[in-house]
């Protein structure tokens, strides 16, 4: 098993930057392809992004593909998410995911693992 914990969320201005980090423990993270999805109040879980178990391939929603960036340091345990330009519609509960299985043009809508999540709000 692998436990995940989510930092970095916070409050920002409409076009401010964050960056949250997924930091694992337990198993080995080079395992696993780690995902990160969001929750809105009121509104379904969806995905965002993932990366592969090397860190070589990422896959974004379309909303965030030239906005965001995933990265990861299998050396450090940590997956990074990179938010720029952020408006109120990223404003959610973001988590991360932890799941043995990556698919390069799709994602994987039952991970295994999944993190307690952290408050990202952008005011309108």
């Known amino acids: 098993q692998v436990q995940l914990k989510e930092t970095g969320g916070g409050l920002v201005q409409a076009g401010g930057s964050l960056r949250l980090s997924c930091v694992a423990s337990g198993d080995t993270f080079r395992n696993y392809a780690i995902s990160w999805f969001r929750q809105a109040s009121g509104n379904e879980r969806e995905f965002v992004a993932a990366?592969?178990?090397?860190?070589?391939?990422?896959y974004y929603t379309d909303s965030v593909k030239d906005r965001f960036t995933m990265s990861r340091d299998n050396a450090k345990q940590t997956a990074t998410l990179q938010m720029t330009n952020l408006g109120p519609e990223d404003t959610a509960v973001y988590y991360c995911a932890a799941d043995h299985r990556f698919y390069g043009h799709s994602y994987v809508r039952d991970p295994a693992y999944w993190g307690q999540g952290t408050q990202v709000t952008v005011p309108a």
């Open positions: 990366i592969s178990w090397s860190g070589k391939n990422t």
